[in-house]
């Protein structure tokens, strides 16, 4: 919808790509939390779903959506944007008709594109915790159950034997994902130019009106939660407060669970850049010992199809052991920053990659001839020239550090409760408006440190860029 958007107007573009990319600012719950105070037994808007509940498949699936949104766009963007003008050239000398065209060209050239965004949302929302434990009710799925198998029973092999049936479907569309991926890239040509839609004033009407239906939901779902977060009494007391920010007066969370949510953000940021860089490097840059650079290749596609609820079953296994030397992390803040870095490790480890591969290979070279040693050219040449790269990676880190419920769920102790976690824990104890303030600070935070990032990414590219001219 977005990228067939006429030419002419790039801030439309920009506008509704900024307010798409929201829902990856808040915690997977904040949309749970809205669609609550929005079509709950007490909303605003309770008479809307014809007499159906929230609570369950209806809440579930709503709540889905917003946060699967950008996920989905993204992909969907990168697939439309590869199609050749050649083609549509071709259609309409032909004398095809828009509707036999989209049939025959868009569709066709996109599908890997749709079979990826269509895994990429499946195994999100089957992995997902944090919008069913709040808004699923009766309503139980696989992530739910293996929490309450864990925390509600402490019933450690149960737990396990239900993340292995979680896992199987992650796998399965983990590496359908990744071969809709392959054939997406091998179906490019080098000789394509990038089709850019002429102006239709019925087709650009119609789609600039879904595109502001869809933005509408997005930033009313986001009002909803900050609003909520500042009415004195829901639904008796409409007026406006800041007593729910006030986090000593609810059950489950403080303001120290949202300091150890930006000390862990920074840590994983500062650490997690750190290894995928070097690591990316070593794997990509270096030419000694094929078979462990391969090995280490695989290793680091691994997080991306194991759950992150799996991940922190995982953990607890192996860290909680008796006889393990490494128990004294268990509840640490360390063990919090390790879990969400390879969470998180293979989007990151790919990005650097991707970076890495865009520099000659004759800068190695050059450098081997000068008897340079390597870690001095990947310190003077390497990460200047992918300071960029190695911001995306950090704030990639950051914001999901900040956002993620389901790795680190089984992982903290009273010491190092998290703000997303905080948040889920009020929510339980029947403090919504304290846990949707929570979700707030989450989204402001990370909104803000986005911004931040925005400007030392302008700054640094002049700084370090000027080769690029």
């Given at each position: 919808m977005i990228e067939t958007l006429p030419s002419e107007s790039p801030t439309l573009k920009g506008f509704f790509r900024l307010v798409a990319m929201i829902p990856l600012l808040a915690p997977s719950l904040l949309s749970a939390i809205a669609l609550i105070y929005l079509f709950g037994n007490q909303g605003v808007l309770k008479g809307?779903?014809?007499?159906?509940?929230?609570?369950?498949?209806?809440?579930?699936?709503?709540?889905?959506?917003?946060?699967?949104?950008?996920?989905?766009?993204?992909?969907?963007?990168?697939?439309?944007?590869?199609?050749?003008?050649?083609?549509?050239?071709?259609?309409?000398?032909?004398?095809?008709?828009?509707?036999?065209?989209?049939?025959?060209?868009?569709?066709?050239?996109?599908?890997?594109?749709?079979?990826?965004?269509?895994?990429?949302?499946?195994?999100?929302?089957?992995?997902?915790?944090?919008?069913?434990?709040?808004?699923?009710?009766?309503?139980?799925?696989?992530?739910?159950?293996?929490?309450?198998?864990?925390?509600?029973?402490q019933n450690f092999q149960m737990g396990a034997v239900v993340s292995l049936i979680l896992l199987l479907p992650a796998v399965v569309a983990f590496f359908v994902d990744r071969w809709a991926q392959r054939r997406q890239t091998s179906a490019l040509s080098s000789r394509a130019a990038p089709y850019r839609p002429k102006p239709h004033p019925v087709r650009d009407r119609a789609l600039l009106g879904l595109v502001s239906l869809v933005a509408l939901m997005i930033l009313g779902l986001l009002g909803m939660a900050a609003f909520a977060s500042l009415v004195k009494l829901w639904p008796y007391d409409l007026g406006l407060t800041l007593s729910d920010y006030d986090f000593t007066t609810a059950d489950g969370g403080s303001w120290a669970s949202y300091g150890n949510s930006i000390r862990m953000a920074l840590y994983t940021a500062l650490f997690g850049s750190l290894v995928v860089f070097t690591g990316a490097y070593l794997i990509e840059k270096t030419r000694v010992a094929k078979p462990l650079r391969t090995a280490v290749h695989l290793l680091a596609l691994i997080p991306m199809a194991a759950p992150g609820m799996v991940l922190g079953l995982s953990y607890i296994f192996f860290f909680n052991a008796p006889g393990n030397p490494l128990n004294i992390l268990y509840g640490s803040m360390t063990i919090l920053v390790l879990a969400t870095i390879a969470h998180f490790y293979t989007v990151s480890h790919l990005t650097a990659l991707t970076a890495l591969k865009q520099l000659d290979p004759e800068f190695e070279a050059v450098s081997a001839s000068l008897k340079t040693p390597f870690y001095r050219t990947f310190w003077r040449v390497t990460t200047p020239m992918r300071l960029p790269a190695i911001l995306d990676i950090a704030l990639y880190f950051f914001v999901n550090a900040m956002t993620t419920v389901s790795a680190v769920v089984f992982l903290y102790s009273p010491a190092t409760t998290l703000a997303s976690v905080a948040a889920l824990n009020m929510d339980d104890a029947g403090d919504t408006a304290p846990a949707a303030a929570m979700a707030m600070l989450i989204v402001f935070t990370a909104g803000s440190v986005r911004l931040l990032h925005a400007g030392l990414s302008r700054w640094l590219h002049r700084r370090t860029q000027a080769w690029r001219g």
């Open positions: 809307w779903l014809f007499g159906e509940s929230i609570y369950g498949p209806i809440g579930i699936i709503l709540g889905s959506v917003f946060w699967t949104f950008p996920h989905a766009l993204i992909v969907l963007i990168t697939a439309l944007s590869t199609a050749a003008a050649r083609l549509y050239e071709a259609s309409e000398s032909l004398g095809a008709s828009r509707w036999r065209t989209f049939m025959t060209v868009t569709l066709p050239g996109a599908r890997y594109g749709l079979i990826s965004a269509t895994f990429v949302t499946f195994t999100l929302v089957i992995t997902n915790f944090g919008v069913p434990k709040v808004i699923g009710g009766p309503f139980n799925v696989l992530a739910t159950d293996i929490y309450e198998q864990v925390v509600g029973q």
